[in-house]
């Protein structure tokens, strides 16, 4: 008998204890895959391409093969042939085609800084001489940034043979659009006709870039046995294992993935770009190669979020109730299909019951990298539209936004535009949180001051994960998993498997393994490895248990397993008689066969993470500068395992979130190449830049965990450009349209609606 | 190729000698030379602080020392902060206080904090702010680093 210990009374969970690989994390020990050195490793260099669009007229590469200390020289043609074929990566489907040729160009450029050929030698300074003796000819294109003009009939095209899927019919033309798709509930009509006010504003957002500090970085080493070892800055081994032997066209068993410690992905290390370079280098030099990428190649070669258009059209009673939305968003892809224009028809409506819903979305080529995903990926833009209607909304009928917001908000029974129904949801808890909050009771004072609140959403997903539980013989264990960790996951799982056993964080060791010694896990992604890796954890602690109660029926109290009782805080009790884990494993260990556990699980229903952020901005009139004099970010963690790091999830998406709203984009030259490169003019929040960062965890449990965790990585960076944009126009009168809301965006604007005023 | 130079300098309080060539920093000799991979490049142009060091007492982003800059002189890197088992008081903070993530840029935080609360134990929030804006941090917000750097600051001033 297992007496759950699901009562909101726990042990571990909800303490802040250190983590496992804190130590070696602040003596410069862990091992990013930068630091990786094997013997006789050879250092790659990538050439890229200086141009936005481009056919590929030819590649002499005769006199980067015969520099000094060069073991290899690769092109596509050097790469299989992967053919027209769609592979499902677990998390979504790809056409190979499109990965291959992202990883090295074939017949054509697509983006400034696409690779083109790669060189391994001796060391990086030789292959970078190298690689720059390779001559590669080009035949120039019209190129395409923007996504409303890459939309246009007469658009350079990207792809001549990509025509638009459309609800699965395809167009009879090619296009830079790959796909149109289209969501409705209620009657649009009828829904706009029982509105007493409606707003509809355009907006437009650039592409801004994940930002992680560790640039991707990458070691290969094809072995005399045929396979191919892999260490990697990756989200997720498995997938990167996959898309490296779809890409050269192995066995998936022929290649072993270890992901090395990970300085920070956002979304942006899922995608494969050196994986399958280091490979075919080593395969054809026989000696293992490392490449890391410089940080222009990082800004410039690797995926930024969308950037987007959006129309977005909403309606209400002049209670505030809000009845009816429509939105139209176009988002672009870079420059191979298969953007974030998904997720960003699910958010757009999200936070609210709204009876009446229309969306259309349209996934877009344009000469940019291949946009990847970026921390609740396509979400942040749709809610910097949605989020200032409803203020605009609130405004005119003279209610509070918290009120309009409290009225309307999202809950269980909720259904969303794209489909799902919501299980228990905790916005209105978050807004509640608000409305209890100091932050809110606090008065604002000052002129051009303001404030201004928002809501996000992000799903939150289950997929796959496992984990493996050895146990020591003096009753600690070992916890095997397979989920990068990229801020103290570790920890984190292992706290579940401690609370569940009846031990200390301490007493479990957690690693992440290698695709070889550990079950299929999928990335470490949509905020599901405290949810998902952690019911992993819960479960194969569950399992261990079972095991243990059937062994100490059998071997310690000679009874039937029935009457032997599991207590909530991990003894097992038999008559008067008591044990705490730790005494039964040791004990069990010297009767018999050493404890395993495992769990495998698959999650199907998504976690539903929502959050409300407040600001308060002063704006400088005469730069357009904005400084946030305070702010406040809510959220519901369902269960905060440790809430340190649940407090730090919270805090580095806003600040994301802030730099995407107030500086952050990427700037192009008129040839469409990026101008912008490097950390010093791509201008990430600073610590100067920022107030503390207040955060108020709500706990609405999540009915599908045994603690009711949800996942909190990414709702957090998707209020706050909305938030921001609301306190300015409560500081200075003026709407915003598009992000990011930079000095000069914001000082033009200020100018011309004084002028006009 | 330009041949290589002979530098002797002292790392970490050790002696050490090691060739160069002229062209390469500091970041890539204490990585690729010396094994001593914890200074993290993560841009190679004074934009993140990531490879931050101590050179001569002042922080430095190593990638735009030269190699051959160091000969005599003292230098001090992430490697070299906590003593034998023991850790700083920063590093100390910063586990505690949960101030780092993905830890990528935690070492050049912790050299430049230390470098900064050597010389002002009592930094307030603005002066912390100020002083570290040169090292970047994508996943924290800062928020915790700042609280951390004043935590080790106290207890370094208590220790005293």
Known sequence: MIKNNGNGEYRVLGTRPVRHDGADKVTGKAVYTADVQLPGMLRGFILRSPIAHGRIKSIDTSAAKTTPGVHAVITSADMPDVGDKVADLGEGAVNLKYLSGNVLAQDKVLYKGHAVAAVAAVDIHVAEEAAKKIVVE???????????????????????????????????????????????????????????????REFKTASVHQGYIEPHASVGDWNEDGRLRIWTATQGSFTA????????????????????????????????????????????????????????????????TPGSYMKVKLGATSEGKLVAGEAWLAYDAGGYPGGMIGPGCMCVFSCYDIEHAVVDGYDVCVNKPNTQAYRAPGATQVAFATEQLVDEIAKQIGMCPLSIRQLNAAKEGTVRVDGPKYPPVGLVECLDALEDSDHWKSTLEGPLRGRGIAAGFWFGCGLKSCATVTVNHDGTVNLLEGSTDIGGSRTSLAM???????????????????????????????????????????????????????????????????????????????????????????????????????????????????????????????????????????????????????EGQLQGGTVQGIGWALNEEYFYHDNDTVANASFLDYRMPTMLDLPMIDTIIVEAANPDHPYGVRGVGETPIVPPPAALANAIYNATGTRMEQLPMSPPVLWKQLQTESTEA | MANKRHVSTTINGEPKEFLCAPHESLLEVLRDNLGLTGSKEGCNN?????????????????????????????????????????????????????????????????????????????????????????????????DKIVRAVQDAGARMAESN
């Open chain 1, 138 to 200: 080009y035949e120039e294109l019209p190129s395409v940034t923007w996504v409303l003009d890459a939309m246009q009939d007469d658009a350079p095209l990207l792809h001549e043979d990509l025509h638009t899927d459309s609800m699965g019919a395809k167009s009879e033309n090619p296009s830079n659009i790959c796909t149109h798709m289209h969501f409705e509930k209620g009657d649009i009509e009828d829904g706009f006709a029982q509105c007493d006010i409606v707003v509809e």
């Open chain 1, 241 to 304: 294992r996959q898309q490296t032997a779809e890409v050269l066209q192995i066995p998936i068993s022929d290649v072993v993935v270890t992901p090395c410690e990970i300085g920070g992905g956002f979304g942006g290390k899922i995608a494969v770009y050196l994986e399958p370079i280091v490979g075919m280098l080593s395969k054809l030099s026989g000696r293992p190669v490392k490449i890391s990428m410089t940080r222009a190649d990082v800004f410039e070669a690797t995926g930024p």
């Open chain 1, 496 to 646: 579940q498997l401690a609370e569940v056993l009846g031990i200390t964080s301490d007493d479990v060791n957690p690693m992440v393994g290698d695709t070889d010694s550990v079950g299929y896990t999928d990335v470490t992604g949509g905020s599901r490895v405290t949810f998902a890796t952690g019911l992993a954890a819960y479960t194969a602690g569950r399992d261990l248990q079972t095991q243990m109660i059937s062994r100490a029926a059998e071997e310690v109290w000679d009874c039937s397993p029935d009457e032997v009782t599991l207590e909530s805080d991990g003894r097992f009790t038999h008559n008067d008689e008591s044990k705490t884990f730790k005494e039964l494993a040791a004990q069990l260990f010297k009767h018999g066969e050493p404890l395993v556990a495992r769990a495998a699980v698959s999650p199907e229903n998504p976690t539903n993470g929502f959050g409300v952020h407040v600001a308060d901005v002063e704006v400088d009139p005469e730069t357009g500068k904005v400084t946030v004099l305070r702010y406040t970010t809510i959220q519901d963690a369902g269960k905060a395992v440790h809430p340190s790091y649940v």
């Open chain 2, 46 to 142: 004074g934009n993140c602080g990531a490879c931050t060091v101590i050179l001569n007492g002042r922080p430095v982003d190593s990638c735009l020392v030269l190699g051959v800059e160091v000969e005599g002189a003292e230098v001090e890197t992430v490697e070299g902060i906590a003593d034998r088992n023991e850790l700083h008081p920063v590093q100390e903070c910063f586990l505690e206080g949960a101030a780092l993530q993905c830890g990528i840029c935690t070492p050049g935080f912790l050299v430049a904090s230390k470098a900064l609360l050597e010389k002002n134990p009592d930094a307030c929030e603005h002066t912390i702010r100020y002083n570290l804006a040169g090292n970047l941090c994508r996943c924290t917000g800062y």
